[in-house]
């Protein structure tokens, strides 16, 4: 025969409230003082008040509260319920408010009226005092910390400052070096020619400046406190010092160094279109010191052609050779030579 599953025919306790546990139809649980049977499964933390889900089964009192009569219930901590359902004190507790009273009953000399008004006062002045220098501590600490970090801040600073030092001194090492080096080459190259200046200056500082005035390398020795020139720069200046000769031809920068008799010419030049030139044309002339004897430079030109000029003793610069230069193509030529 088969068998017909009706599901829970009575009510089953479930003990109090809980808003985590899901109830099913037919239950029965109890909420502050009252009990509710379970109309159907309701979803979980709702409470049993929720008329939907619920039906009150039998009415309590409610809790009491401070203007509103009802149950009252032992808090377990300072009160206790007998098996007669007698609520009294914990004796702990009553043993506690014994001890404070025959305490408070040994107590003597326990000042009154005007004197434990002004010690009353002293002990708030004392509070007061000490409140005070507790905030200017506080302060004194911020003050502190933030000394520190400034300390911190500038430590690094000096840290960063060294180290840039450092980097300039070994810079200036270097830099040093290399300018002896060239200090001596250029003595080596120049003895035969200017005489002995450089062995005389020997272990004597020497400042280099520019003087823009001039046009003039100069240099100043601290040991003999005076000034002498080293290098005289003369820049080209249109129809000056050296003038175009050749046709078609265009000076675009020159520039003279020199210092004794020692010379050092660069020239800058194109030609305006398509230039064939033969051997021993004149390309420029010059109005400065003419040069000693014939001194030969290498032309080159952005194409990568080479051209061989002669500067000759009599202040003219001739082509060596044939030459021939596409329009607008920039020439470079150095000559380095010594004057009469």
Request: hydrophobic content about 40%; overall charge negative; aromatic content about 8%.
């Amino acid at each position: 025969m088969a068998k017909v599953d009706y599901g829970a025919v009575a009510l089953i306790p479930v003990g109090d409230y809980s808003a985590s546990r899901q109830y099913h139809a037919n239950e029965l649980v109890g909420y502050q003082g009252s009990s509710y049977i379970a109309l159907q499964n309701p979803p979980v933390g709702t409470l049993p008040t929720n008329t939907t889900y619920f039906m009150l089964h039998t009415e309590g009192t409610s809790i009491a509260t401070a203007s509103t009569p009802g149950t009252v219930k032992p808090d377990g901590t300072s009160t206790v319920v007998d098996g007669t359902g007698a609520m009294s004190v914990k004796p702990s507790i009553l043993q506690t408010i014994q001890d404070t009273a025959e305490s408070a009953s040994k107590i003597g000399n326990v000042p009154t009226g005007e004197t434990l008004q002004s010690q009353l006062n002293a002990a708030a002045q004392s509070i007061v005092q000490n409140t005070t220098d507790i905030t200017q501590l506080k302060t004194d600490v911020a003050q502190n910390t933030t000394d520190i970090t400034q300390l911190k801040t500038d430590v690094a600073q000096n840290t960063t400052d060294i180290t840039q030092l450092k980097t300039d001194v070994a810079q200036n090492t270097t830099d040093i070096a290399a300018n002896a080096a060239g200090i001596s080459a250029l003595n080596t190259g120049l003895t035969s020619k200017i005489g002995t200046f450089e062995t005389q200056q020997a272990n004597r500082i020497l400042n280099i400046v520019h003087d823009t005035n001039s046009d003039e390398i100069i240099a100043h020795d601290e040991k003999l406190d005076r000034w002498f020139p080293i290098w005289q720069q003369v820049k080209y200046y249109q129809g000056t010092w050296l003038t175009p000769v050749a046709q078609n031809l265009v000076i675009d920068s020159a520039t003279l160094f020199g210092w004794g008799r020692l010379r050092i010419l660069c020239i800058n030049f194109h030609f305006t279109q398509q230039t064939n030139l033969a051997d021993g044309v004149q390309l420029f002339s010059m109005l400065s010191t003419a040069p000693v004897g014939s001194f030969f430079a290498l032309a080159r030109n952005g194409s990568s052609q080479m051209a061989q000029l002669a500067l000759n003793g009599n202040k003219t610069i001739n082509l060596w050779g044939a030459m021939q230069s596409v329009a607008t193509s920039m020439w470079s030529v150095q000559f380095t030579y010594f004057t009469v």
